[in-house]
């Protein structure tokens, strides 16, 4: 159910959508600001979440499972996966749609900028930057310039 309404408010557009959507995931999600923007075309897939005050959501993004600090800037098509493995496939008998996974928290520190198309995968320490199209797959530390497939360190701050 919650997906379902997830899904229909992300349709909505411009600053009324925006106000729909963050006031569904106040009402629905661990800890969500008021002091959000959420844009056209977001799915916030899982209610395990804690967005901080000055976040922006770009338009077309996916976000799971997460904690997203103060201030933080996704741009569009941004995908925040609630971890590296949600889906299990070791088992070769089994299909991997029913393999068990295993969701965690992704950590977003504050002040972050992610660029368009990036995946985060991991843990963003305080003031990191990810480029646009990376994918992030292991953690970095505070103040980190991030990006490429794997991301790997570019600088830090």
Same mark, same amino acid.
């Given at each position: 159910?919650?997906?379902?309404?997830?899904?229909?408010?992300?349709?909505?557009?411009?600053?009324?959508?925006?106000?729909?959507?963050?006031?569904?995931?106040?009402?629905?999600?661990?800890?969500?600001?008021?002091?959000?923007?959420?844009?056209?075309?977001?799915?916030?897939?899982?209610?395990?979440?804690?967005?901080? %005050?000055?976040?922006?959501?770009?338009?077309?993004?996916?976000?799971?499972?997460?904690? @997203? +600090?103060? *201030? $933080?800037?996704? #741009?569009?098509?941004?995908?925040?996966?609630?971890?590296?493995?949600?889906?299990?496939?070791?088992?070769? %008998?089994?299909?991997?749609?029913?393999?068990?996974?295993?969701?965690?928290?992704?950590? @977003? +520190?504050? *002040? $972050?900028?992610? #660029?368009?198309?990036?995946?985060?995968?991991?843990?963003?320490?305080?003031?990191?930057?990810?480029?646009?199209?990376?994918?992030?797959?292991?953690?970095?530390?505070?103040?980190?310039?991030?990006?490429?497939?794997?991301?790997?360190?570019?600088?830090?701050?």
């Amino acid at each position: 159910m919650f997906q379902a309404f997830s899904q229909l408010l992300s349709m909505l557009p411009g600053k009324f959508g925006s106000f729909f959507r963050v006031c569904l995931h106040r009402w629905l999600c661990n800890d969500v600001s008021i002091d959000i923007y959420i844009g056209f075309g977001v799915l916030l897939s899982q209610r395990n979440m804690d967005i901080s %005050d000055g976040v922006y959501i770009g338009p077309q993004s996916n976000i799971g499972s997460c904690y @997203i +600090g103060e *201030n $933080c800037l996704l #741009g569009s098509g941004v995908h925040v996966l609630s971890g590296k493995n949600q889906h299990g496939f070791n088992e070769i %008998d089994v299909p991997i749609k029913d393999q068990k996974g295993e969701l965690t928290k992704v950590q @977003i +520190g504050k *002040n $972050c900028w992610i #660029g368009n198309g990036a995946i985060i995968m991991a843990d963003l320490g305080d003031n990191s930057i990810v480029a646009a199209g990376s994918v992030v797959t292991k953690a970095f530390p505070a103040g980190s310039i991030v990006g490429g497939n794997p991301a790997k360190l570019i600088r830090s701050r």
